[in-house]
């Protein structure tokens, strides 16, 4: 998991003729080294300080450090998790679900602030007693454990019940990012729990692209559609990367399609990212019963991801209609 990689030779600019750039490559001397670290159970998210150490989570296990002495603490687990220097009973796992993403604070140094992404049970969690949250810890001097763990956002979407969706168990498309932009607010991803309406829903945080300050509440200037000032883009499948061009501070994001069509989008505040799942739109019927190869209508149109269809079976002709 952790690697260290040194690169000699020249940098190519992108843009170049493929011959002239596959001329470069040849050129490039690189010499990488890899310090493999074995010993993590689906690492999910990991965050950086500049001395090596770094945080990192495991999905059905919780949130660990690894120092530069290569010794590893690990500091807050999930319900039932064992060997952690704490445990919060309500993070839990399920499908595609769980601890997600982790984040440092730019000002480590002075307020010791990290951000872990995760899901959550609880009476009082919104979708049918389970949540996706964003907290905030505070990682103690010896990095043995972490304290004053806050639920900066406690109200994210999470998908709580099997549908007839391929791969339609309960936990999917959570996003899970979280990383701080140069502008210095929380960048958060939040997938659309194959939530048909979520995406283009103005104030549901279901498939969306948050922005918030370090206690969850909304950076200003955010365009949401809605009322949800917390919002800063919408219309998302399941974003799990984001990133920020330097100089411009340009958001750029990436999520997973439905078998196809992954896209990396430039984000613009306010903006749509154009997914749009709803039964009954864009040419699609009502999800009405599942079969093998997909979801079908009333009128026998399929919706149906393009290569979830099995070999030999002639393709729908509504392959295009996305769910
Ligand atoms: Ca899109």
Known sequence: MAAKFTLKGKWV????????????????????????FQKSKNPWGMAFLKDGTFFFTEKCDGLSVRLPSGSVNKLLGVGGSSG???????????????????????????????????????????????????????????????TDVVDIIDDMGYKPKATKHPFGGPGA???????????????????????????????????????????????????????????????FRNPQGITFRPGSGDVYLSENGPWHNDEVTKVVNGGNGGWDPRDNVNGRGECLFAEPDGCRSAEGACRIHAHDRPEGLPRCAEAGIQQ
């Open 13 to 36: 600019s992108l843009g170049v003729a493929a011959s002239a750039l596959m001329a470069a490559q040849s050129a490039m001397a690189v010499d990488v080294q890899v310090e493999v």
């Open 84 to 146: 952690y220097a704490s445990v919060r009973d309500d993070l839990f796992c399920d499908g595609q679900a769980g601890v997600l993403g982790v984040e440092v604070d730019p000002k480590f140094s002075e307020n010791r602030f990290i951000y872990v992404r995760s899901t959550s049970q609880g009476a009082n969690r919104k979708y049918g007693g389970y949540a996706n949250i964003l907290m905030r810890m505070k990682v103690n001097n010896d990095f043995s454990g972490v």
């Open 173 to 235: 498309h959570n996003g899970g990012i979280v990383r701080f932009g140069p502008d210095g607010f929380l960048y958060v991803t939040i997938g659309d729990n194959h939530n048909g309406p979520g995406p283009q829903d103005p104030n549901a945080l279901i498939g969306k692209l948050l922005r918030v300050d370090r206690d969850g509440k909304a950076a200003p200037g955010n365009k949401s559609p809605g009322s949800d000032k917390r919002i800063f883009a919408h219309g």
